[in-house]
């Protein structure tokens, strides 16, 4: 029975599916404790998703479809695929046959017919067809651009732009963030690895310290769920003292862009108040916190845990090759230099991307920071952990089965006409009337 992990209770249409869960068998072998059965529930933030899973081929196959409906904008065909690859995602074993499936919640027909294909055939014509697809490969290439969306992608390929050297050759003028899109494209669309994340997150808390101090720094996003890569690196930063936090950003900003740490960075300011945002759900999902969309400039040398900053090696440069001009610079080495930045006096001295011609000892990555209010925190942290798809479960499930609206400010209760405080992310999910599901089963 131990081995019989999971398995479906009763083959009728309908009726709840009972699985035996491992970590409940694991505890049944305690003395005094019952066999304990849970139905698999249907809303993603109702289930334990971990980052390891045993199904990835078919969650492969349904992300490539999710994909490709997310960059046709087909926001709902996207999300009906990531549900049922989520669902997937939370089995405790992988599905051998499309006859286990039958009566679990998030499959619709597609997702069914695609699984089925794949569990039958190894592959599925429609995800095959795709993955070869020119749009869906110039979407992909395009929208890897930084600052890059669909609409925009679709229009260049209508174009006949496929690629980011398509791009750079149509002489298309682009915003700040895009040329540095463009400009570091292949470093932003390179993995960025724990160790990454764990040095800049060093880098942000001595910015963050010297203009504030006692000020706290987490690591959010993927890594707090378990990641070892991402494609960027989100920081939430708050202070204990409520309104220190304020107009914390441009100090930050300024105190990294002077040690040249910072490559591009945009920030926006804090347009939340509770008091004129009113109970409803913002029109957007986004937060409206103080907020830094930024490229980093991360030291690769190996000088332990000290990293070299940009401003140390600038002067250096500068002082050593006599440099004066600020444009196209020869250096002994052969390499030309770039200037980028905006601002006169902060000027950052880069290696051209195409012209470099020896090893460069540092690598461009995106970070996000984010500033948040003390009252604030617990439900930024929740908002900012994901996944996704987690998020989109949770707020789905505050509204349709609570009656409650959710956004990364606040919770608020619409039958007791109410704001529910939490200062931690458990007292939110019993506020949701919820298990608590630690980050690293937030991977849906
Ligand atoms: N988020 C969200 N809805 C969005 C975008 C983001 O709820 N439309 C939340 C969830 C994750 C967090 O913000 C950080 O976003 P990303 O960095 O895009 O996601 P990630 O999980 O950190 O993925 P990656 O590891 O690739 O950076
Ligand atoms: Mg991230």
Redesign the pocket.
């Known amino acids: 029975l131990l081995d019989m992990v999971w398995y479906t209770a009763s083959m009728q249409a309908g009726s709840p599916v009972i699985i035996l869960d491992r970590h409940r068998l694991q505890e049944r072998e305690k003395p005094g404790l019952e066999l304990a059965v849970v139905s698999v529930p249907s809303y993603a933030c109702q289930r334990h998703t971990p980052l390891l899973h045993h199904n990835t081929t078919l969650t492969d196959a349904l992300s490539i479809l999710a994909e490709n409906a997310e960059l046709s904008e087909n926001e709902g065909r996207g999300v009906a695929f990531r549900r049922a690859a989520a669902l997937l995602k939370s089995l405790p074993q992988e599905v051998r046959g499309a006859e286990q499936l039958r009566g679990l919640p998030c499959l619709g027909e597609h997702s069914l017919r695609v699984i089925k294909e794949v569990l039958e055939d190894g592959v599925s014509h429609e995800v095959e067809t795709t993955t070869h697809s020119e749009q869906f490969k110039a979407m992909k290439a395009l929208t890897g651009i930084f600052g890059v969306g669909a609409k925009t992608a679709d229009r260049w390929f209508r174009e006949g732009i496929h690629t980011p050297s398509d791009l750079q050759r149509s002489g298309h003028t682009l915003n700040r963030a895009q040329q540095a899109g463009l400009q570091y494209y292949d470093e932003l669309n390179l993995p960025?690895t724990k160790a990454e994340a764990v040095a800049i997150g060093q880098i942000v808390e001595r910015a963050v310290h010297a203009v504030l101090p006692g000020a706290e720094i987490t690591l959010?996003?993927?890594?707090r769920?378990g990641?070892q890569?991402?494609?960027?690196?989100?920081f939430l930063i708050t202070h204990p003292d409520e309104g220190r936090e304020e107009g914390l950003m441009p100090k930050v900003v300024s105190w990294l862009e002077a040690q040249g740490f910072l490559l591009y960075q945009k920030t926006t300011g804090n347009s939340y108040l509770e008091s004129k945002e009113g109970p409803a759900r913002p029109a957007s999902?986004?937060d409206r916190f103080e907020r830094c969309f930024s490229i980093f400039r991360l030291s690769t040398d190996n000088e332990g845990t000290e990293i070299q900053t940009g401003l140390r090696s600038r002067r250096g440069l500068r002082s050593r090759r006599g440099l004066r001009s600020r444009r196209g610079l020869r250096s002994r080495r052969g390499m030309t230099l770039v200037v980028v930045g905006d601002h006169a006096q902060k000027v950052s001295w880069v290696l051209g991307h195409s012209q470099c011609s020896g090893p460069r000892s540092w690598r461009a990555v995106r970070v996000?920071l984010v500033v948040s209010p003390y009252s604030q925190f617990a439900f930024a942290l929740l908002?900012?952990?994901?996944?996704?798809l987690?998020?989109?479960e949770l707020r789905r499930w505050a509204v349709h089965e609570k009656a409650m609206t959710l956004s990364s400010h606040a919770l608020y209760d619409r039958k007791r006409t109410q704001y529910l405080r939490a200062s931690s992310e458990e007292e939110i999910f019993t506020h949701l009337g919820l298990e608590y599901i630690p980050p690293c089963d937030r991977n849906a």
Not at 220 to 223: D, H, N, Q, R, S
Not at 383 to 388: D, L
């Open positions: 960025v959010i996003g993927g890594f769920r990641k890569t991402g494609h960027d690196v989100d999902n986004m996000d908002g900012w952990t994901g996944s996704k987690f998020e989109r």
